[in-house]
């Protein structure tokens, strides 16, 4: 699978997510991929993120590293998704 086909999917899933298990009120369709998911963004907060990581370690099938709980890797859905990717290809 290519890399751009393999982050598109993630991103999918994530909007997904988002949008059927977060109780946010958002539409899936609707969640731009490159909005910033905290503050200005989505302004999702610790609780929602914490969910979040939960669901995303359940459906991917992989545990976060420390390192990879810090701002910048949820800055997007974007940039989640290379996270993501990077743990499963470990």
């Known amino acids: 699978m290519s890399f751009d086909v393999e982050q598109a999917e993630i991103v999918s899933t994530l909007k997904s997510m988002l949008a059927d ?3 946010l009120g958002l539409v899936a369709h609707e969640i731009d991929e490159n909005v910033p998911l905290l503050e200005d963004g989505l302004g999702l907060d610790s609780i929602v993120i914490v969910e979040l990581i939960a669901s995303v370690e359940r459906r991917f099938d992989f545990e976060f590293q420390d390192a990879d709980l810090r701002t910048s890797s949820f800055e ?8 993501i990717r990077r ?3 470990q």
């Not at 859905?77 to 996270?83: E, I, Q, Y």
């Open 87 to 89: 743990r499963r290809e």
């Open 76 to 83: 997007s859905l974007t940039a989640l998704a290379g996270v």
């Open 21 to 23: 298990e977060m109780d």
